[in-house]
């Protein structure tokens, strides 16, 4: 027993020594060989993670000034473009003419300004649209009209049926006389149940058509 704890130390005392020599060793010559210099020439050659070349950034130049991208709509008033558009006769598909807010010559045409009866958010921060009261559910909406769409728009308020046509909201083309005008900019009534002051006076500012070719 005595003997054999003995030699285990022994064993221990004079073998872990060797075993360190031989593991650094082993470490060593596994991966320098034999030769003088320690060279590398066992490794695995160096790959580089291949990175393609990048592509130079290629956005076309912001531009401004007349004839350039920024200036292809025209930057207008909900008051403005409604007037132009009664007082040019409610075309539906013909462009109208009005003056924007950096006073350029422009045109629009319906399809712009429908975004003031069709989109919520507009008017003021959290208004809904013209249209969620105002649809082709005549029964339902409010004041009997249906502002979804043109002929809706035209066929006015109060209307009884799809069929018939109601009270002109367009003041027969004249804007100053037309009831949409008197809601939203004299009585400042739509959308209805609008909180005082959220909507600014002429309206919320929109892109609208496009600048007049030069003459
Ligand atoms: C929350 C529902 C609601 C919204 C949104 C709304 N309206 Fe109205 N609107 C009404 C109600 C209700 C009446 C009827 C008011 C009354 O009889 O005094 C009315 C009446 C009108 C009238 C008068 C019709 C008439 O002959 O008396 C016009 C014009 C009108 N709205 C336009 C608009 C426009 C334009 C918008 C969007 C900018 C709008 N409304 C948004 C509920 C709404």
Redesign the pocket.
Known sequence: MNKDFKSWMMILVFGLPLFLILFLAALYFGNCGFGQECGYSNLPEIIHTPIPTLLPASLPTPQTGPGSAAATRCTVQAETLLAAWVNAGVPERQPFAFTDVNGIACQATFADLQP??AEGNL?YTGA?A?T???NSTLSAA??G?D?SDYTGILAG??RASLEASG?D?LGGGDWAAS??NE??FVLEK????RPQGAVPAGGPTLLAGEPLPEP
């Open positions: 003031l009866f008017w809904v013209c969620t009261c105002h409010a004041a009209m502002l308020s109060r009270n909201i009831k949409l809601q939203l739509m959308p209805f149940g």
